[in-house]
């Protein structure tokens, strides 16, 4: 279905600690994996890491990134999806031999969750936990539980052309937020009427749609849509700076081999090359600051 632009849109219930979010991904999905021929089931996968990726950043109040990696010794090597705070993202899979009828929890034997936040300010932190579940929504949801402690649930879908997903939260409640008439049985209320979603409701309802369908008698608060769009923060100082951490005589040794050293971004497939003299002037920077450091 085409009748959604990239968005996501927040939502609370009123009185209650719970909080969710819905996204859609049409064309920044399309846009984010155009450069990458995957098989059917990593493109799903990575539709549904996508939208779990901009429903998750959403909830957070830091500026800066979130890397969700699932991370396998099965024939799935790696899946990971980056999205700021800005809900900017990107996308790509690695996998070793033929993957064609298996299922995606089949290619993830023995694998791991790794969420990284790296914030522009102050340190990254990183999580890591088994892989528990049957979905990438169940091992989301059993993550937040696990290693956050934070009640979250999930629907996410991917039908390989757009992405779909909604998020409901729990905020830990502060001591002095009780009083008489806490509404103790929302969460699960709530839970159990946002399970009667079907994957037609979530992929093509908008997000007011969805919410009056599923929520009818509940106090909903619906918040202005945000835009969610491909961006890969790839750059030529990027890949200058890790030829740079390789050292001059690893890229010394490539150029004696060939005349140039060619890059190509996982992501958006951009191509850098750098010739001898480019890798000369990488490392020109280390003449400049010793002669500076020199003393006379
Ligand atoms: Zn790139």
């Not at 968005?7 to 979010?21: A, D, K, V, Y």
Request: hydrophobic share 40%; glycine share 4%; charged share 20%.
């Amino acid at each position: 279905m085409d009748n959604f632009k990239d968005t996501l849109q927040h939502f609370l219930f009123e009185h209650t600690p719970i909080r969710g979010n819905i996204v859609h991904l049409n064309h920044a999905y399309r846009q984010a994996l155009q450069h990458q021929s995957l098989p059917l089931v990593l493109k799903q996968a990575l539709g549904e890491l996508m939208a779990a990726s901009a429903l998750l950043s959403a909830t957070l109040k830091m500026d800066g990134a979130m890397v969700l990696q699932l991370q396998s010794k099965g024939a799935l090597k790696l899946l990971v999806v980056e999205c700021s705070s800005a809900l900017e993202m990107r996308a790509t899979a690695k996998w070793a031999g033929e993957i064609s009828n298996q299922s995606f929890i089949e290619l993830i034997q023995h694998g791991q969750f790794v969420i990284t936040l790296d914030p522009e300010q102050g340190e990254a932190y990183q999580g890591i936990v088994p892989i528990e579940g049957e979905t990438i929504a169940e091992m989301l949801e059993n993550y937040m539980q696990r290693s956050q402690q934070i009640d979250t649930s999930l629907w996410l879908h991917c039908d390989g052309e757009n992405a779909a997903g909604m998020l409901l939260q729990k905020l830990p409640e502060r001591p002095d937020q009780h009083h008489q008439n806490q509404d103790y049985d929302a969460w699960n209320r709530v839970n159990h009427l946002a399970n009667t979603v079907t994957i037609s409701e979530l992929q093509n309802l908008a997000p007011e749609q969805l919410l009056t369908r599923l929520f009818a008698e509940e106090d909903v608060r619906l918040f202005e849509e945000k835009p969610v769009r491909f961006h890969c923060s790839c750059s030529k100082t990027k890949v200058s700076a890790m030829l740079q951490m390789l050292g001059v005589n690893e890229v010394n040794s490539i150029l004696a081999e060939r005349d140039n050293i060619e890059v190509n971004c996982d992501f958006c497939n951009k191509h850098y090359v750098f010739d001898a003299v480019d890798a000369a002037a990488l490392f020109t920077s280390e003449i400049t600051i010793s002669l500076g450091s020199s003393r006379h």
